[in-house]
């Protein structure tokens, strides 16, 4: 059974820069969720894909966004970086709707905005 | 959102049982405590979770309280790889499956 798997591992951009970060999900989970971690915060959720659609979404704004493929691995975008977007940015996949199982990790993505 | 609480930081002897509490108050009748951990750097490890009744598994037990308003988790033989920040987490009933964490526990095992 493969696990989540996250690229790049780094990634340092400038501000105004766009990002995108990329999330392969467990083999058979079919939901991708994204969190932000920042320096000795916990994560936090930032949404949620279940089958190629957003199901739920946290305090982010709108230029953070995603998609979710038909092989249900992910991709976060963000756009027009700033100095506070820097973070380990997580992906994790579960089985989903209805009874919303156990979410797993994947490593993460380190993205420093400079 | 049910809200947990966490001694920010505990320590425990190599070799001896580790005992995290967390306190979830105002739990709902249908939601789970589940327990992560996270190694510096790493992505959040999933532990163990619980509804009502003690689990157990390979990595821990999980103690929930009668009344469901405080859990305990056990790692009956602390290891120096068990150093990690300890997030408790009553799982939100939404759409979202999304989880809370909070600021957790960092345990520190030592020699």
């Known amino acids: 059974e493969t696990g989540v798997t996250q690229s790049p591992t780094h990634l340092i951009k400038t501000r105004g820069q766009q990002v995108t970060l990329r999330c392969s999900s467990q083999s058979g989970h079919n939901t991708v969720s994204w969190y932000q971690q920042a320096l000795g915060q916990g994560p936090q959720f930032i949404f949620q894909?279940?089958?190629?659609?957003?199901?739920g979404r946290g305090n982010f704004p709108p230029r953070f966004s995603g998609l979710q493929f038909p092989n249900y691995s992910s991709e976060l975008n963000v756009n027009a970086l700033e100095l506070d977007d820097s973070a380990l940015y997580l992906c994790?996949?579960?089985?989903?709707?209805?009874?919303?199982?156990?979410?797993?990790f994947g490593p993460g993505t380190r993205l420093t905005v400079l | 959102d049910a809200k947990t609480t966490q001694p920010p930081s505990m320590d425990c002897a190599e070799g001896r049982a580790a005992n995290l509490p967390c306190n979830h108050s105002t739990i709902s009748g249908n939601e789970y405590v589940y327990w992560y951990r996270q190694i510096h750097s790493q992505g959040p490890q999933y532990i163990i979770h619980g509804l009502k009744n003690n689990e157990t598994n390979e990595m821990a037990s999980l103690i929930i309280t009668e009344d469901r308003k405080s859990s305990t988790l056990i790692l009956p033989h602390a290891t120096l790889r068990d150093t990690a920040v300890y997030y408790c987490i009553v799982r939100v009933q939404t759409g979202a499956n999304n989880l809370f964490f909070g600021t957790g526990t960092r345990l520190t095992v030592i020699p």
């Open positions: 894909y279940y089958r190629e659609e957003e199901n």
């Open positions: 994790a996949s579960s089985l989903g709707q209805p009874r919303g199982d156990t979410q797993y």
